[in-house]
T-cell receptor, first 112, second 115 residues
């Protein structure tokens, strides 16, 4: 079955880089997503990557995909206090309808 | 514009009340979704509407009743809820159809408390 796993917590110093990791099981997933959720808010789409890509960069965000190991990472450069949030990795279920399979979410805490 | 709006922002209801959650998008998307999110958990899919027809019901209890009056609106009617139904209810929309990415865009959610 499909499953997405993430580490639950990451603490970084302001100005450092943050790397949030994710593993998934569905090798036929075509798209993988990163969403950000601030306290009490909805999910904000950060970026996504197509499964035939290895890397995607968007300003301070870099997504790396290792399809062989089914490993996805999100790197945030120059992490700021405003980046403190929960980050969800998600894969698109390949079973015929558009269902996102979410990881448990990684809480990123940025300290001075 | 990738905005999905939801009303109300907060809702408190008793177990005998009937209430409705509303969701709206004007991106021309043809797929709309309801998710339930409990504290410290990821969102869980409840319903999917595709081209205004219910295409997925993830075994949701009948006290939750979705409705899609038109391609821009999605409602969730609530009746006889239980305290364990208290959660953040998220609406999302996507382009719909097949082929290419079908990225889902989420609204801010309705925080529901059932007393």
């Amino acid at each position: 079955g499909e499953d997405v796993e993430q580490s639950l917590f990451l603490s970084v110093r302001e100005g450092d880089s943050s790397v949030i990791n994710c593993t998934y099981t569905d090798s036929s997933s075509t798209y993988l997503y990163w969403y950000k959720q601030e306290p009490g808010a909805g999910l904000q789409l950060l970026t996504y990557i197509f499964s035939n890509m290895d890397m995607k960069q968007d300003q301070r965000l870099t997504v790396l995909l290792n399809k062989k190991d089914k490993h996805l990472s999100l790197r945030i450069a120059d992490t700021q206090t405003g980046d403190s949030a929960i980050y969800f990795c998600a894969e698109m279920f390949s079973g015929g309808y558009n269902k996102l399979i979410f990881g448990a979410g990684t809480r990123l805490a940025v300290h001075p | 514009d990738t905005e999905v709006t939801q009303t109300p922002k907060h809702l408190v209801m008793g177990m005998t009340n009937k209430k409705s959650l509303k969701c709206e998008q004007h991106m021309g998307h043809r797929a709309m979704y309801w998710y339930k999110q409990k504290a410290k958990k990821p969102p869980e899919l409840m319903f999917v509407y595709s081209y205004e027809k219910l295409s997925i019901n993830e075994s949701v209890p009948s006290r939750f009743s979705p409705e899609c009056p038109n391609s821009s609106l999605l409602n969730l009617h609530l009746h006889a809820l239980q305290p364990e139904d208290s959660a953040l209810y998220l609406c999302a929309s996507s382009r719909g159809g097949s082929g290419g990415t079908d990225t889902q865009y989420f609204g801010p959610g309705t925080r529901l408390t059932v007393l």
